[in-house]
């Protein structure tokens, strides 16, 4: 378990690709249920482990993912990101270079429970929820751009579904418009950074991700 970071009442791992956060259908281990276990063990205690997850991260992704080893700790980071008092950063890679260096986009999105998928609209539409975030490109190769993203709003595959209405589907992304996926099923979307002041200390946190150590990654992630 790649451990981010650790005290009394938070854990930040970094997340592999492929792994699922909580359980489901599918029937896989899931991380919250692996915390649990590792932190019985290595802590030896007894009876039930409680492990919180105030957000989550689509399994084909990587990343930084923050759980709580506390009820007080949970239900303060949940009223954080009900505040957006909690800040996500992530990094992309895409093929096609977006319209400006810089941009923010509003969309309004939709989610199709029977695709899984949500679906995006330039206007506002009567149900339909609002999803903002910035992006910037921080670095690039001959056919792949590296971008940073400010998520404003946490929607249903808000940045897959952004990003492709732009015509900058991620690298790997089928779902969302990508030609081919990646080796290894992930698409090339990560959690780069969490921010936010420390829910029992009342001290601001940042918590790092490194790039995943596929050769692109490396390679953009050391010109970004």
Same mark, same amino acid.
């Given at each position: 378990? /790649?451990?981010?970071?650790?005290?009394?009442h +938070?854990?930040?791992? =970094?997340k592999?690709?492929?792994e699922i956060v909580?359980?489901?259908?599918?029937?896989?281990? !899931?991380?919250v249920?692996?915390?649990?276990?590792f932190?019985?063990?290595?802590?030896?205690?007894?009876? =039930?482990? #409680?492990?919180?997850?105030p957000?989550r991260?689509?399994?084909?992704t990587?990343g930084?993912?923050? @759980?709580?080893k506390? /009820?007080k700790? +949970?239900?303060r980071i =949940?009223?954080?990101?009900? /505040?957006r008092? #909690?800040?996500k950063t992530?990094w992309?890679i895409v093929?096609n270079k977006?319209p400006?260096d810089?941009?923010?986009?509003?969309? *309004?999105?939709?989610k199709? %429970?029977?695709q899984n998928k949500?679906? $995006?609209?330039?206007?506002?539409?009567?149900?339909?929820?609002? $999803?903002? +975030?910035e992006?910037?490109?921080i670095?690039?190769?001959d =056919?792949?751009y590296? +971008? %940073?993203?400010?998520? #404003?709003?946490?929607r249903?595959?808000q940045i897959?579904?952004? @990003?492709?209405?732009?015509? !900058?589907?991620?690298?790997? /992304?089928l779902?969302?418009?990508f030609?081919r996926?990646n080796?290894?099923?992930?698409?090339?979307?990560?959690?780069?950074? @969490?921010?936010?002041?420390?829910?029992i200390?009342n001290e601001?946190l940042?918590?790092?991700?490194?790039?995943?150590?596929?050769?692109? *990654?490396?390679?953009?992630? !050391?010109?970004g």
């Amino acid at each position: 378990m /790649d451990i981010l970071y650790e005290d009394n009442h +938070l854990i930040a791992i =970094n997340k592999r690709p492929g792994e699922i956060v909580q359980g489901d259908k599918t029937g896989d281990v !899931c991380i919250v249920d692996e915390v649990k276990a590792f932190l019985k063990k290595r802590d030896n205690k007894p009876g =039930n482990v #409680f492990v919180g997850l105030p957000h989550r991260l689509d399994r084909p992704t990587s990343g930084v993912l923050l @759980l709580t080893k506390t /009820d007080k700790a +949970l239900a303060r980071i =949940n009223k954080l990101i009900h /505040d957006r008092e #909690f800040h996500k950063t992530y990094w992309v890679i895409v093929r096609n270079k977006p319209p400006k260096d810089s941009d923010r986009l509003v969309h *309004w999105l939709q989610k199709n %429970e029977k695709q899984n998928k949500s679906f $995006a609209s330039n206007v506002e539409k009567s149900g339909w929820l609002k $999803a903002e +975030l910035e992006y910037t490109v921080i670095a690039s190769s001959d =056919n792949y751009y590296l +971008l %940073e993203i400010k998520l #404003f709003t946490g929607r249903h595959h808000q940045i897959r579904v952004q @990003l492709a209405e732009i015509g !900058c589907p991620i690298r790997g /992304d089928l779902k969302y418009g990508f030609e081919r996926s990646n080796r290894d099923g992930s698409i090339s979307l990560h959690a780069r950074a @969490l921010e936010f002041i420390h829910p029992i200390k009342n001290e601001p946190l940042k918590i790092v991700a490194p790039a995943p150590k596929e050769n692109l *990654w490396q390679v953009l992630s !050391c010109r970004g």
